[in-house]
């Protein structure tokens, strides 16, 4: 698999962390941030948002230009990596999902810090999980599911995820699918006795702070309403809701019209493509560099933690 980044791209970032927001599994600090920048300029062109943008739709990009990407409405990201970003007087694209900014919370999230909080490491976490799965009514799919499961197969386009992570989502999104895997996790999160509003408060941005992002001449973006991890799996009509919920949104909140995406946990197909050509979107970004026949709702990204590894070794 060829992963040149001689090509114009973004950079992918979701997760930051500091003394407030946790050091979960892939989160960085704002000095790694810095170092990524860094480390970009000197060999790429690092473009404000709107100018990357004018470039795509042109089809000017050079092969060095690239852009800052960020994933998911997370309040870690206003708080930690803006301030980094307005030091390099650089501009990004923020990708929101909607239902989180108009007082909905969303379980991927949540999950994600019940897993880092309440567990000394991933792996215990792992365990828990797969012994929880076991003790359910789901044991016998999963255990069919898992027949035909490759860890080298699976997931091959993110290198950074170990075989246990590639495991895990792949029970989550394959064999287990959204409903049972919530099922699983709330047994869970039950036995802690967590107060989900409190547990949560702390996750994402509200309307004014992604509003403030647009005032100050950002990118704000589709990214779906709810995050679905397999949004292809949903039939064309649950897509189109979960994207035309997410651009009715962001439009009535910023009073402008998005015009970019990026393909949650890179899942898309040819409905997506349509109901985002629909919605007169003019670029989108994938989440991996894997070369492929290149649309403007495809751009590739290359994720923090494939750089932060180059810039290690």
């Given amino acids: 698999m060829k992963t040149s980044n001689t090509r114009p791209h973004g950079i992918m970032f979701h997760h930051f962390y500091d003394e407030k927001h946790i050091k979960g599994q892939g989160a960085i600090s704002q000095d790694d941030l810095a170092q990524i920048i860094e480390h970009y300029q000197q060999n790429h062109h690092l473009l404000h948002a709107r100018e990357w943008l004018e470039k795509a739709v042109q089809g000017s990009l050079s092969t060095n230009d690239v852009c800052l990407t960020f994933d998911d409405a997370l309040l870690c990201q206003y708080e930690i990596a803006l301030p980094v970003l307005e030091s390099f007087d650089l501009s990004a694209f923020w990708f929101v ?3 989180v900014i108009t007082g909905g919370t969303e379980n991927l999230e949540i999950y994600r810090k019940f897993r880092t909080v309440c567990f000394d490491n991933i792996d215990d976490f792992y365990e828990s999980f797969f012994q929880t799965v076991a003790s359910s009514k789901y044991q016998k799919t999963v255990e069919e599911s898992l027949k035909d499961f490759s860890a080298d197969e699976y997931l091959s386009q993110f290198p950074f995820y170990t075989n246990e992570d590639k495991r895990f989502r792949f029970v989550r ?12 996790q709330n047994v869970m999160i039950r036995e802690w006795k967590i107060d989900i509003p409190s547990f949560s408060s702390d ?3 509200n309307k004014q702070q992604v509003f403030e992002l647009h005032s100050k001449n950002h990118i704000v973006g589709l990214h779906s309403h709810t995050h679905p991890t397999a949004l292809a799996s949903l039939a064309a009509k649950g897509q189109r809701n979960e994207y035309e919920t997410n651009y009715d949104t962001l439009n009535q909140l910023l009073n402008s019209a998005s015009v970019t995406m990026s393909h949650p946990c890179n ?5 997506t493509i349509e109901i985002l050509n629909d919605l007169e979107i003019k670029i989108g970004f994938r989440s991996n560099m894997k070369e492929h026949p290149l649309t403007n709702l495809e751009f590739p990204r290359e994720d923090h933690a494939n750089i932060m590894e180059r810039i290690a070794a």
């Fill in 267 to 271: 899942s898309y197909n040819n409905d």
């Fill in 173 to 184: 999104d394959i064999a287990l699918g959204v409903k049972a895997y919530n099922e699983i």
């Fill in 203 to 205: 996750l994402w941005m």
């Fill in 97 to 99: 999902y909607s239902s």
